[in-house]
């Protein structure tokens, strides 16, 4: 089983990733491999300046798809179910879907408050501190961290609406499992063997 995991800053794709850990899946989150990225760079995370021209450059020179071309090499590598984190473009997406056989597509929605008080609780080098940042931040994502305003069209949003499942993350971390075991229930009702 492969899952593509998408949802907009703060909407509990990190809670979710760790209770498919849990279950056993290997977990691939495209931040982890922008992180990976910008240390072999020698681009220091906390410049926001730096690594926005950094992720610009490496588009430019590797293509949108970029992540998605380091994610499908190490998922190549596992053998057992997987889920993927964090696209932020249909471009990305793309690139998977014509590389894996079957992939199921989840989305996390929660409203806008819940996500930035999770995010100012959460405290990540990267996350926003206020909320005209988270703001920002919520547009980027929008247009797949690209600068211009037409990429919306390949955000994370147009990800969102392609998913086959959705799951409504406002409530408790309770909630979410059981909405998440419905899910991959839905998904493959023998998923657990």
């Known amino acids: 089983m492969i899952l593509v995991v998408v949802g907009l800053p703060g909407s509990g794709k990190s809670t979710v ?14 931040g982890d491999i922008w992180r990976e990225l910008l240390k072999k760079a020698h681009v220091p995370m906390k410049d926001p300046r730096a690594t926005r021209e950094f992720t610009a450059n490496l588009r430019r020179k590797y293509g949108k798809d970029v992540y998605s071309r380091h994610a499908v090499r190490k998922l190549r590598k596992s053998m057992r179910h997987v889920v993927l984190m964090g696209l932020r473009s249909t471009y990305e997406l793309d690139y998977l879907e014509k590389r894996v056989k079957k992939i199921d597509i989840i989305a996390i929605r ?11 609780r959460r405290g990540k080098p990267e996350d926003p501190r206020t909320l005209v940042d988270f ?34 993350n406002n409530g408790t971390k309770e909630q979410l499992k059981k909405n998440l075991d419905r899910v991959l229930s839905e998904i493959d009702k023998d998923w657990r063997m």
């Open 110 to 120: 929660s409203s806008f408050q819940t996500r930035f008080g999770r995010m100012k």
């Open 17 to 30: 990733a760790e209770m498919l850990r849990e279950e056993g899946f290997d977990v691939i989150e495209y």
């Open 135 to 168: 703001r920002w931040l919520e547009t980027r994502e929008k247009r797949g961290f690209l600068p211009d305003k037409k990429e919306e069209k390949h955000g994370v949003l147009v990800i969102m609406n392609k998913a086959g499942h959705t799951i409504n």
